[in-house]
């Protein structure tokens, strides 16, 4: 009974030891890593303030100067020479490597002795006007060499003849108007359109299925100008001897039209240049207004439908065939002599390793060639992604590291169709795949100073919210409020006026690859227009000769405090991204998108309704799973507060998660006639490249369904894109369950 009653007495003590070690533990383990979180974000926090005070106005400014001084066009010297400056620079900033990494791509240049141009011919072939070759120089500009002539770059070699045709901005919208209710055939004739609202390339291409055999491009003042303001130098105006360079490719995301879907390298395989992707078939050449009001002024037949197809110039906007009056007999003739040549290109790719999680990268890329002198597209970019390097190198220098690697990129040939970013993307496919957390373009940095414009992944949202609230803003009138409620103020949601409004990303600039192709979390930030009040097509100097470093620095950004603020948020994103423990994604706000968007779909299709009840099509999947998605969504969330920060598998367990989610709604198969789009739930238009649309393949489906050959074939379509969203979204909300 004794030795009975001792045992009892030492399992009491051994009890009672235990209780208190645990007790004990339990309170270091849950105290400890809010001391050491409280610790680490505040030192995250005055390392990111360092960052940006670093980042200085002047620096961008004398960096945009530098630049700008001569032309730089994809595949020639100088901007090989400017790939050389910039790694010069980054290294002297202190990355821990500089590489150039070439590729051999297909570009298109204008014959330099047989120039490009439209004319009008009498009866007898003899040329009675002639557009202008070039246009005139800036001042101070006019003994720079290499300047391209205006051209469409990838535009076929061809001199068609034909009656001129008038077709508005030549979107699908305005050929459905001449053909299906004013009965007018663009087969055989050359059309005139006016470039704004969609992506030139999409405009070849609807021209081209309308039968035509040329297509001219012009810039009509209504689209091109500002009510009260002059145009260059004195303005900031378009001249009507200014002309839109342009490549007019639809290479739906395949890179080089030569390797699609793999890099342009010396032992690639390549099409035939005859087969190359997305390479129009008629020829295409751009003219300033001052060209094209000559060509419209005579033109006959019909008037124009209504307003929305006038412009500005002192012309009726008749639609055409042909001239009228006396000028019946003539025609118009194109000249186009461009050759398409494989030519060398160079990116710059400069690293910072990361200290915990190198094999995590973060890459902030933006074009370096320009059309001419690039003063905003895109070397406002440029600019800004050199302060930043150079910010991130100091704080390197002063002893500290990012937790995961970051990757600066200063691409090649974008304007020829992103090739320099997209050829490295397919190159380094399998390991971006598996290591990229995000994206962030750095391509112009302002395209217009009235507020800023973020196009960005669901994922971005809190963060963009967050960083925004805690930058200045540089516009007048908001100089004690930050960039957040400045931009709240003059651009809210139209879903949501608690928030400011953000954009789906679309195409037209590199991050395509990334996002569209690979499911890498993107986004982009730039000043830009006020987009209620200011009606014209981007900006008016667009890609012309006057896009000067004295544009910039006249009218649009004089004290570069503007540039300033996105060099600031760009760089803000790239820290948070790569220094942050957990990575600072929010997977609701995704959740809340899909919502929206699905019920936006369903909305548009409520217009069919009979026909959606006859052919058996429902919604009702698709609804269901970004339900569940939600309640995974929240589930997540939950969860990842309750995260041990010490722990570093329970970390890189949720990291993993959040970066990988983007990549679970990519469809290995792409969609319909665009395979190198892969993602489910944003993709370029499919009419505009520029433009984002949400569920894609359901929308492309829909599309002008009532006028399809096979009605009950079009809406099996339909259903089975419906399914394949539904069954992505159910399988995304499947990686956010809790790992066993």
């Not at 399992?11 to 400890?32: H, N």
């Not at 790939?83 to 900033?93: G, L, T």
């Not at 516009?475 to 409620?485: I, P, Q, R, T, V």
Request: with cysteine.
């Amino acid at each position: 009974m004794a030795k009975s009653r001792g045992q009892l007495y030492l399992w009491m003590c051994l009890a009672a030891a235990l209780a208190s070690f645990l007790a004990g533990f339990s309170v270091g383990w849950f105290i400890k890593p809010v001391k050491e979180t409280t610790i680490s974000a505040h030192y995250q926090q005055s390392t990111k303030w360092k960052l940006l005070s670093e980042m200085k106005a002047e620096n961008i400014k004398s960096f945009l100067r530098s630049f700008t001084k001569l032309p730089h066009l994809a595949g020639t010297e100088q901007n090989l020479l400017l790939a050389k400056e910039i790694q010069m620079h980054w290294k002297r900033f202190g990355l821990d490597s500089v590489n150039l990494v070439h590729y051999d791509v297909l570009l298109s240049y204008p014959n330099e002795t047989n120039a490009n141009y439209v004319s009008i011919v009498d009866e007898h072939g003899t040329e009675i006007f002639k557009t202008s070759y070039f246009e005139p120089p800036p001042d101070g500009y006019k003994n720079v060499t290499n300047i391209v002539p205006p051209y469409n770059a990838f535009s076929p070699q061809g001199i068609p003849e034909g009656e001129l045709l008038y077709v508005n901005y030549a979107r699908t919208e305005d050929f459905f108007k001449l053909e299906r209710e004013m009965g007018i055939n663009c087969t055989g004739k050359i059309v005139i359109a006016r470039y704004g609202k969609i992506f030139r390339g999409n405009k070849v291409k609807n021209a081209m299925l309308a039968g035509a055999i040329g297509i001219i491009l012009y810039s009509d003042p209504a689209d091109y100008s500002a009510p009260g303001v002059q145009p260059y130098p004195k303005g900031w105006n378009l001249p009507g001897t200014a002309a839109q360079r342009g490549n007019v490719l639809n290479l739906n995301g395949a890179g080089d039209p030569l390797t699609p879907g793999y890099p342009a390298k010396e032992y690639t395989f390549r099409l035939n240049v005859e087969d190359g992707v997305g390479i129009p078939k008629i020829p295409v050449h751009p003219i300033g207004y001052t060209d094209a009001e000559i060509l419209l002024r005579h033109l006959g037949g019909p008037a124009s439908p209504d307003e929305t197809w006038k412009g500005t110039l002192n012309v009726a906007y008749k639609i055409g065939p042909g001239f009228t009056g006396s000028d019946t007999s003539r025609k118009v003739q194109m000249h186009v002599h461009n050759t398409n040549t494989i030519t060398r290109i160079y990116n710059v790719i400069g690293t910072i390793r990361g200290c915990v999680e190198p094999d995590r990268y973060v890459i902030l890329g933006g074009h370096r060639d320009s059309w001419v002198f690039g003063g905003i597209d895109p070397t406002t970019g440029t600019a800004v992604l050199q302060e930043i390097a150079q910010s991130f190198g100091k704080l390197l220098k002063a002893g500290w590291r990012p937790r995961r690697t970051i990757i600066f990129a200063s691409w090649d040939a974008e304007e020829f169709g992103l090739l320099g970013s997209t050829e490295w993307a397919e190159e380094n496919v399998k390991v971006l795949q598996e290591r990229s957390v995000a994206y962030i373009n750095s391509d112009s940095s302002i395209e217009g100073n009235y507020t800023i414009r973020i196009d960005c992944t669901p994922l971005l949202y809190q963060l963009v919210y967050k960083l925004t609230k805690e930058i200045s803003s540089p516009d007048d009138g908001f100089e004690s409020k930050s960039l957040y409620e400045s931009w709240l103020e003059k651009d809210p949601s139209p879903e949501n006026k608690d928030h400011p409004r953000i954009n789906k990303l679309g195409s037209g600039s590199d991050f395509e690859a990334y996002f569209q192709r690979l499911g890498i979390a993107s986004g982009r930030a730039r000043y830009t227009k006020n987009r209620r009040t200011e009606k014209y097509s981007n900006y008016p100097m667009y890609h012309t000769i006057y896009e000067t470093f004295e544009l910039v620095e006249n009218f649009y950004d004089p004290s570069f405090k503007k540039q300033l603020s996105v060099a600031q948020l760009r760089g803000a994103l790239v820290y948070e991204l790569a220094d942050s423990t957990i990575i600072p994604f929010n997977i609701q706000d995704y959740a809340n998108t899909l919502k929206t968007y699905s019920e936006s779909i369903f909305n548009l299709s409520k217009k069919y309704g009979q026909q959606l009840t006859e052919n058996g099509v429902s919604f009702d999947p698709l609804f269901s799973a970004v339900k569940n998605f939600s309640e995974a969504a929240s589930d997540f969330h939950r969860r990842l507060k309750q995260v041990d920060l010490d722990n570093p598998i329970a970390v890189r367990i949720v990291n993993d998660q959040l970066m990988l989610l983007e990549r679970a709604f990519i469809d290995p198969l792409g969609l319909p006639g665009r395979r190198f789009y892969r993602h489910i739930i944003f993709a370029p238009s499919s009419h505009n490249k520029y433009a984002g649309e949400s569920f894609p393949g359901i929308y492309d489906a829909m599309f002008d369904i009532e006028n399809r050959a096979d009605p009950h074939l079009a809406w099996t379509e339909v259903k089975k894109h419906i399914s394949i969203a539904a069954f992505t979204i159910q399988a995304a909300a499947g990686t956010l369950r809790e790992v066993l």
